[in-house]
């Protein structure tokens, strides 16, 4: 059992009580909430209500959530290379080509199957814990929440946009300064699997500072201050510098000009985005203490850096 305490956005005025908490608690079914408003365990200002009466916006909700098994995957033995753990937080370095959630063609061999079989009571927690999520091909920290108190924690955070996330990527061409990319996504008209900026499109917004530069490519420093699908990439590639390997975004394979055998050789075999989640901050659930790790490239994008940085001094 965890108490979560929230306050009711005033936007959310004249809706159904079930229906605000469906938007301050996602990660749980209406249907549950209902539930939970029946059996008594929500409160609003400290008073029971039904879920059919409306909320003025302002009130303070209490809700009782109860642990129970939400997920039916199977716990598969999958290393994990754990940064940090406690009683509350796991803190994982995902290497670039494992996929975070299962889903059609991945059913198996994912970051949840693999959390499941270190810690079994994450299958109580919906989508075992995991509060947000990297792309299959980027590599990096990821934060995992052990409790219900601390899902709602992380959540939160991440939703106030308190959570730093600091990433590292290379991108084709030469930067000459930082800036911020502040573009609308959503799902590309015809390809679905795909994203693009939209006008009718969710706020996003990307920050970038110059890290260090080649010849023709630079390595960028990127804070997130919203976490849209695809949002490094589709942005990057959005002001014409894609990131290095992107098979999606970044166009079709081209070598630079003069480019020598060494890099030729590298370049050709980097098969994934040059994106790497480097930083992750946040308050501590439990403690309220701030706390942040922080991690170099893996060797595949150390490989490429250094032998970027080799050819410049050609």
């Not at 990660?27 to 539930?35: E, F, G, H, M, N």
């Not at 609003?44 to 039904?50: A, I, T």
């Not at 059913?107 to 995991?130: C, E, F, M, Y």
């Not at 706390?291 to 050819?311: G, N, R, S």
């Amino acid at each position: 059992m965890a108490k979560l305490t929230t306050i009711i956005p005033d936007e959310l005025a004249g809706m159904r009580l079930d229906q605000c908490l469906a938007e301050v608690f996602p990660d749980y079914s209406r249907s549950k909430l209902q539930i939970w408003i029946k059996a008594g365990r929500v409160t609003v200002n400290q008073k029971l209500l039904k879920a059919k009466d409306k909320i003025d916006g302002g009130e303070q909700v209490e809700l009782d959530a109860e642990a129970e098994q939400v997920l039916e995957y199977e716990a598969e033995n999958i290393p994990l290379d754990i940064v940090f753990e406690d009683e509350s937080v796991l803190i994982v370095n995902k290497p670039a080509g494992l996929v975070v959630h299962p889903a059609v063609g991945n059913w198996q061999g994912t970051l949840v199957n693999a959390l499941l079989n270190h810690d079994a009571s994450l299958k109580t927690l919906p989508r075992a814990g995991i509060v947000h999520r990297l792309d299959k091909d980027t590599s990096g920290l990821l934060m995992i929440a052990k409790t219900l108190t601390a899902h709602y924690s992380l959540s939160s955070q991440l939703q106030n946009r308190t959570i730093t996330r600091e990433y590292l990527a290379l991108v084709k061409g030469w930067m000459t300064a930082g800036g911020t990319v502040e573009a609308p996504l959503g799902r590309h008209h015809t390809d679905r699997t795909r994203h693009t900026v939209r006008e009718d499109g969710k706020h996003a917004v990307t920050h970038y500072r110059l890290e260090q530069r080649f010849k023709r490519h630079t390595l960028i420093r990127v804070n997130l201050e919203t976490g849209r699908t695809h949002q490094i990439r589709v942005h990057m590639a959005h002001i014409h510098y894609p990131l290095v390997g992107d098979q999606v975004y970044g166009g079709r394979f081209q070598l630079p000009n003069n480019c020598n055998p060494d890099l030729e050789q590298v370049l050709r075999a980097f098969k994934r985005q040059a994106l790497h989640a480097t930083r992750l901050g946040l308050q501590h659930p439990e403690t309220d203490e701030y706390c942040e790790w922080e991690l170099p490239v893996p060797e595949d994008m150390a490989i490429l850096i250094k032998t970027l940085a080799d050819e410049a001094l050609d």
